[in-house]
């Protein structure tokens, strides 16, 4: 048999790793060992097969293979490569083990951009935000010229943390340092706007873009329905088609949600249905769950339950906990109760299930019921998720929970807010006691609902920011709806137009109304 030499080998074994072979590609490493002591594994060699265990994530199995690897890289000697540190970063980091990957990157020790690339894009993977900022920071400290996979990432990280000031640095750095900007890159940065609540700027990088892809439409499309604007994502949707780009699952996802939070069932239900005729695409999990949702929440409760039964899944307890929102929100006690039941079972420990029961009967003033709910809950030791809200303002998140007084300028905070509100009583804001859960006298739920921490949160902005600038604030949880009604009034009231990223969509208050037409 001929002597095969290291390119042979390394070719063998990427093509073996590439087609997710990994059993075959790690016999072969073991064969190359073998044969001989002039053909040892090379920088070429490793990246080649921790790529292919990247791909499989993080099993047991692979998580031992990729530590003997990295034994293996260290006894070749090639810890400080580069190429093969970066590959054992991108390997750890795809398994969630961003410990692992620092070692790694610690071991390069280098200058070198495509380590520092796959550092920081590892803590973004793992959702360690912080850690990537900082790393980029340092990045920069170092003189290191950032790769367009490192704008990608921190972009990604901004938005994720709605931190719009930085983003908009970040990319005043890519402009300045003259980076060439990739599709992948752009559509990250449009993300990172709409992520922040800037529509406006999302759609010039959309249109600034002479390379849009179909990632670049679903980008848009779904940017245009989290913010409200469903005939523009339709209008996208249109033009995609038109430029021959082919529609994927992703865009009629964002397309569907898009019609969802704009409460048009009836196009939806056009859409979905003919999903798999015009489009042939099958609908996944996530577009009967979004067409549940759209159902629930525009009333047709029964006609949500028809679609869970009727899909070719299972359903899980989220999309039941969608459909008991609905019940909450349209009082339906009968099927709230049933499904509430149901819930308890499936996920004891989940404590919204509770939260929305006895919400809605503290909603029809059945404050026993809702309080024996409340108890069960506090028996079974379930903790429920604090409400916070946050504001960027300057170069700091400043955070509220719900009647928070820790904030430095906590008193000059709840004078705001009560002279806010009595403003806005006298322009007809009348507090929804509905939403104040607990049993307590009437006077007591109206103030339990002023001290709110998204309410909070705009008394703080309207204080901080220039006089009628545009405020934005997030919210872990969904809006309520007193606070939904508060705002609209603010709003009018401050001539200030207010963006709220809650978890569920964006809510564009501007003279008295908001661009989810009361519908979320
Ligand atoms: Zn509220
Ligand atoms: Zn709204």
């Known amino acids: 048999m001929p002597r095969r030499n290291a390119v042979t080998w390394n070719a063998l074994i990427k093509g073996y790793a590439q087609a997710g072979r990994r059993e075959e590609a790690i016999l072969l490493f073991r064969d190359m060992k073998r044969e001989g002591s002039d053909i040892a594994p090379d920088r070429y060699t490793f990246p080649a097969l921790l790529s292919g265990i990247a791909r499989e994530g993080g099993s047991g199995c692979t998580q031992e293979l990729g530590g003997a690897l990295h034994a293996h890289v260290i006894k070749a000697g090639l810890e400080k490569d580069p190429f093969v540190g970066a590959s054992l970063v991108s390997m750890y980091a795809a398994r969630g083990t961003v410990k692992d990957a620092k070692v790694a990157f610690d071991q390069v020790g280098s200058l070198d951009p495509i380590v520092w690339s796959s550092m920081i894009s590892a803590y973004a993977n793992c959702e360690e935000e912080e850690a ?45 340092s003259n980076t060439e900007e990739d599709a992948a890159m752009l559509n990250a940065l449009l993300s990172m706007y709409s992520d922040c609540g800037c529509i406006n700027d999302a759609q010039k990088v959309f249109s600034s873009n002479d390379n849009v892809n179909v990632v670049s439409y679903n980008s848009m499309i ?33 397309l569907l949600s898009a019609f969802n939070h704009a409460g048009l069932v009836h196009e939806g239900l056009q859409i979905f249905n003919s999903m798999v005729d015009i489009e042939g695409i099958k609908p996944t999990y996530q577009h009967y769950a979004c067409i549940v949702d759209m159902l629930a929440r525009s009333g047709l409760i029964g006609e949500a339950i028809k679609t869970i039964n009727g899909m070719p899944f299972e359903a899980e307890a989220p999309l039941w906990r969608i459909v008991l929102g609905a019940c909450n ?96 009583k006298v322009a007809g804001y009348v507090p929804d006691i509905s939403f104040a859960a607990h049993n307590i006298q009437r006077d007591r739920k109206e103030e339990s609902l002023y001290y709110h921490c ?67």
């Open 454 to 520: 998204e309410k909070l949160a705009f008394a703080f902005g309207d204080l901080a920011a220039p006089s009628g600038s545009t405020i934005r604030i997030m919210k872990n949880l969904r809006v309520c709806g007193d606070c939904h009604c508060a705002y609209k009034y603010f709003s009018l009231v401050t001539g200030r137009e207010i963006i709220l990223r809650d978890n569920q969509r964006f809510h564009h208050f501007n003279r008295g109304s908001c661009s989810c037409g009361d519908y979320w």
């Open 329 to 424: 929100k349209h009082l339906d006690i009968d099927t709230g109760k049933h499904i509430a039941e149901m819930l308890f079972e499936m996920e004891p420990y989940e404590a919204t299930n509770y939260i929305l029961l006895s919400n809605l009967y503290a909603r029809l003033g059945k404050w026993t019921e809702a309080e024996k709910v409340r108890n069960l809950m506090d028996g079974r030791g379930v903790d429920k998720d604090d409400a916070f809200s946050w504001i960027e303002m300057g170069q700091r998140t400043h955070i509220f929970g719900v009647d928070d007084r820790s904030h430095p300028i906590s008193r000059e905070i709840y004078r705001n807010l009560d002279s806010l509100i009595s403003n806005i």
């Open 222 to 254: 779904s940017a245009l329905g989290q913010h409200g604007y469903p005939k523009e994502a339709v209008e996208h949707f249109r033009q995609m088609k038109l430029a021959g780009l082919m529609p994927d699952e992703v865009t009629l996802l964002s």
């Open 132 to 176: 990537a900022l900082l790393a980029f920071f340092n990045m920069l400290c170092q003189d290191i010229k950032p790769t367009q996979f490192v704008y990608s990432s921190v972009f990604s990280v901004c938005g994720r943390m709605s931190k719009l000031e930085m983003g908009k640095q970040v990319h005043g750095h890519s402009l300045k």
